[in-house]
């Protein structure tokens, strides 16, 4: 029976469909091998032979000796070096390698087959006698560690020992003759502790890797990860035998990564670098300077051709740019280890483009492989021009909450911000958290910083919507209103200081770091063109404003899927009129109030239905408790007393009265619709009127009215009533109609329980995702921030579900939402507009569910645009 499966030489016995048989890591050696890589030549032993090792008491089964040692012949031939042998020594490195990668199993040995004869050969060969013995002690080491369960505790403790007797503080100082008693030593450890002395036989040292990865396969860790994952049905693990290859046998030798293009650019060239005379751990460690791959081409020039010729084919091969490992001994080039390439954004967009127009790939394969979601992220915000040059001035970490780069100046207040602004200054505005009150203040700034609140945290919503870097719940930071300060550990940053704040990954810097702005090429504008091809999930955005609206319409939406309309009432006199409505006393004055909104309303509306024309426009009702408008300190209070002619006693009374112990779950949503019918009247008023105007502008509108928090038939019955009822006058005073949808937002858990009964009166839903994981979870949206951090160390929570939906818990809801929903009504558009919805997971899931579209702030429009098309291909 065979066992054993070589490779090497251009040539494999198996291939990449023999994980079962081989592991995964043969598998893929295999396939390397054969489509012509030079990997350094080796053999893998089954995964038969290792359930045969358990099933017969820990012996090899008839012929797997001979098998191995024809395999170590097969490497040695292809090598030309010999096991064993001082004067040609062949070494090679043993693994472990199950069908499923887990934890668990053996380490890696190198270096096996070194003895003292052998030593002394590596140490000619190399010409470095402290590379030999330090190769050896480490053997020693490893192999005692891993196939000997010698802990490696103890060989440091001989080594820490060594160096105090030498007075040296580094492993590197140690010095040849140092090094040999290390390996003296190091063999009295692994005496003491085996009871044997240390195997000098390469052969023997070679059967007990063997059996030590067979016995890995039972370890309890192994076991254990088994039973958790509900891994069954596999024989055990395979083993690779490979050859070493030494990068370090002088000038015609070397190490170095490649990859098979530039991956921060894209452009079409060989990009990395290497160090001559040396092995893989010199580049890692950083102490001699690596050399640009380029140089290669004057130093080495056939390796260099060959690297060339083996780029195009690895791409040809895996259909994707690769990121390589290689070495050169003597001249001859060995490719170690190839992968997929990382890339930055702009690379990515680049290579998928050029990868279509050079036939490598078709754009199936481009829209669904080689462009991540998160890349375009990059591709629409502006950049740091270098990310590794400013880790050491980071000050703090917070929420990633809205991408891209910002710099600026610190300022505390939103009017600051709106003052130095209007002076010329760019700024950062830095809030404990923000509410509506500062939305000016966020506008002007270049990016917003906050030291509580979570990832739809009023300053994240409002910045990602955007697309303004914001860093959120950054407990890392004190803020000082009182003297315009914070601090971040010993840091005292000041009003007007200079930071950067990095959206991407959360980061404070402290100073001035430079930017790049984006620039949405052809390659973006092309692949995304592609993207819509094999799309089937509608995109749409969340915008409240007629520019947001038109960025929108730039990336790519499809209609508007929330419109806030409260976000409109925080501008200028409006703000005034919305005061003026809620301090209302009668209801005569409430009306005489509104109908000063309603004009700004109708304007915005008119402006957004123009940008939008002939996409459908979903307009929520007023959401926000009331309490959420008014002026909170006694100075505003004041002012607005006297701008509205009433005593200041008044407005105190009535923020008082309007405080709410839960304002989230308060008045709020439909419930101020119900309560004041003449809210929702205007509201409807506005959006129709601007529709039947427009219309008759000849603009294509296409309004869809939408209830927000409804969790009772009767409440969006009652809704329905006063929108159809004014929508009547409406339609009769101008003498003309549209048509128009009413439909509803499902965001209580009650509301995707009786979604049946809901559909009857909705003609369309959308999953409000923020408040219903909110409510599912029982998690304050604005106070998660405190715990949430620690849950996701802790591994209490996966993800944050504010972010990426919880596809357990809150996508049942969901699931059954749509089902119930169109059980009733099977015509039912169904989509969602929490912040979900631009989240690439979150979009696989809508899709599979069923919805129509899914509705995201426009800069993330382009994203959900792939990861809809990624869910369909
Ligand atoms: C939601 O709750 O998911 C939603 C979109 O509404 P808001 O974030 O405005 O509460
Ligand atoms: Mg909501």
Redo the contacts with the bound molecule.
């Keep these: 029976k065979k066992y054993v499966y070589r490779f090497g030489g251009g040539q494999a016995e198996g291939n990449k469909d023999m994980r079962d048989l081989l592991g995964g890591k043969g598998a893929n050696l295999a396939e390397m091998s054969a489509i012509g890589l030079p990997v350094p030549p080796g053999f893998t032993i089954t995964t038969e032979a290792c359930a045969y090792y358990h099933e017969h008491g820990d012996r090899w089964p008839e012929g797997l000796e001979e098998q191995v040692r024809e395999g170590i012949r097969h490497i040695e031939q292809l090598m030309g070096a010999r096991f064993g042998d001082p004067e040609n020594p062949l070494l090679v490195s043993v693994r472990s390698g199950a069908a499923i990668s887990m934890p668990g199993m053996m380490d890696t040995v190198l270096n096996l087959g070194i003895n003292d004869q052998v030593v002394e050969g590596l140490a000619r060969r190399t010409n470095n006698e402290r590379f030999a013995y330090d190769a050896y002690r480490r053997f020693i080491d490893m192999f005692g560690d891993v196939v000997m369960g010698v802990k490696h505790d103890y060989f440091e403790e001989v080594l820490d020992a060594l160096k105090k007797e030498k007075g040296v503080k580094e492993d590197t100082e140690l010095d040849a003759e140092a090094l040999k008693e290390l390996v003296r030593r190091y063999k009295e450890v692994y005496r003491q502790h085996t009871g044997s002395l240390f195997p000098e036989d390469p052969y023997e040292q070679l059967y007990k890797a063997i059996n030590a990865v067979f016995k890995s396969w039972n370890s309890e860790r192994a076991v254990k990860y088994r039973q958790i994952h509900k891994i069954r049905g596999l024989l055990g693990t395979a083993v690779n035998v490979q050859a070493m290859v030494f990068g370090n046998m002088g000038e015609r030798s070397g190490t170095g990564v490649c990859f098979t293009r530039n991956p921060a650019t894209g452009e079409k060239e060989l990009y990395g670098e290497f160090l001559i005379n040396a092995q893989g751990e010199d580049v890692v460690a950083g102490i001699r300077t690596p050399k640009s791959i380029s140089e290669l081409k004057q130093i080495m020039p056939e390796v260099y051709e060959e690297l060339l010729r083996l780029a195009e084919l690895l791409e040809r091969h895996y259909k994707n740019m690769q990121d390589i490992e290689f070495t050169v001994q003597e001249g001859k080039l060995f490719i170690l280890q190839t992968r997929n390439g990382k890339r930055t954004g702009v690379a990515a967009v680049k290579i998928a483009v050029d990868m279509v127009d050079e036939g490598l790939v078709d754009k199936k394969t481009a829209v669904r492989d080689l462009v991540e979601p998160a890349h375009l992220d990059q591709l629409l915000h502006p950049r740091f021009k270098d990310e590794t040059a400013y880790k050491d001035r980071v000050i703090g970490r917070g929420l990633p909450a809205s991408p891209g780069a910002a710099v600026g100046q610190v300022v505390f207040t939103a009017e600051d911000a709106e003052a130095w602004k209007a002076q010329g200054k760019r700024v950062i505005l830095v809030r404990v958290e923000t509410s509506p009150e500062d939305v000016g203040g966020m506008h002007a700034a270049e990016g917003i910083l906050t030291s509580r609140g979570g990832m ?1 945290s009023h300053a994240a ?1 409002v910045a990602r919507g955007w697309g303004k870097p914001c860093v959120a719940g950054c407990g890392d930071i004190v803020i000082d209103y009182k003297t315009k300060t914070f601090r971040a550990g010993d840091v005292v940053v000041k009003e007007g200081d200079w930071i950067s704040i990095n959206g991407s990954t959360g980061e404070v810097i402290l100073g001035k770091e430079e930017l790049v702005e984006p620039s949405l090429s052809g390659d973006f504008a092309r692949f995304m063109e592609w993207v819509d091809e094999f799309r089937t999930l509608g995109v749409r955005t ?1 915008a409240d404003t007629p520019q947001d609206a038109r960025k929108s319409v730039e990336f790519g939406a499809e209609g508007i899927g ?1 419109c ?1 309309t ?1 976000h409109m009432f925080f501008e200028g006199d409006r703000i005034l009129a919305m005061r003026e409505m809620i301090l209302a006393s009668t209801l005569e004055e409430r009306k005489a109030a509104l109908a000063k909104l309603l004009p700004y309303q109708k304007e915005d509306f008119r402006g957004i239905f123009r940008e939008m024309a002939g996409k459908p426009v979903t307009i ?1 009702l007023l ?2 408790p009331l309490h959420e408008f008014l002026p909170h300190d006694e100075k505003e209070q004041e002012e607005l007393a006297r701008a509205l002619n009433i005593p200041v006693e008044t407005v105190r009374a009535k923020v008082e009265a309007l405080k709410e112990f839960n304002p989230m779950l308060g008045h709020r ?1 439909c419930r101020l619709g119900i309560t004041y019918p003449e809210i929702t009247e205007m509201q409807t008023r506005a959006i129709l009127e601007a529709a039947v105007e427009l219309k008759q502008e000849g603009v294509e509108v296409h309004p869809e009215i939408m209830v ?2 409804v969790g009772t038939r009767e409440e969006i019955e009652h809704q329905r009533r006063v929108i159809e009822e004014t929508a009547e006058k409406v339609f009769q005073e101008k003498g003309d109609r549209v048509d128009y949808l009413v439909g509803t ?1 499902i ?1 209580v858990p009650r509301a995707a329980l009786l979604a049946d009964q809901i559909a009857e009166v909705a003609e369309f839903f ?9 409510l599912t979870f029982g998690y304050s ?1 604005d106070d998660a921030g405190k715990f949430l951090p620690y849950y996701i160390e802790n591994k209490i929570l996966k993800d944050d579900p504010f972010q990426t939906l919880d596809q357990e818990g809150v996508g049942q809801l969901v699931r059954m939402g749509t089902e119930r929903g169109r059980a009733t009504r099977p015509s039912l558009k169904v989509g ?5 919805g631009g989240d690439p997971a979150s979009v696989a899931f809508c899709y599979e569910v069923g919805l129509d579209y899914v ?1 995201c702030s426009p800069f993330r429009v382009p994203i959900a645009r792939l990861a809809a098309a990624q869910a369909h291909l």
Excluded: A, K
């Excluded at 969602?832 to 979900?836: A, K, S, T």
């Design positions: 739809t919503v969340n929330l806030r409260e929520r959401d926000p949503g927000p928090l937002m965001e959308s999953f409000g995702t923020n408040d219903l994981t909110q949206r969602i507009c929490g912040e979900h509705s």
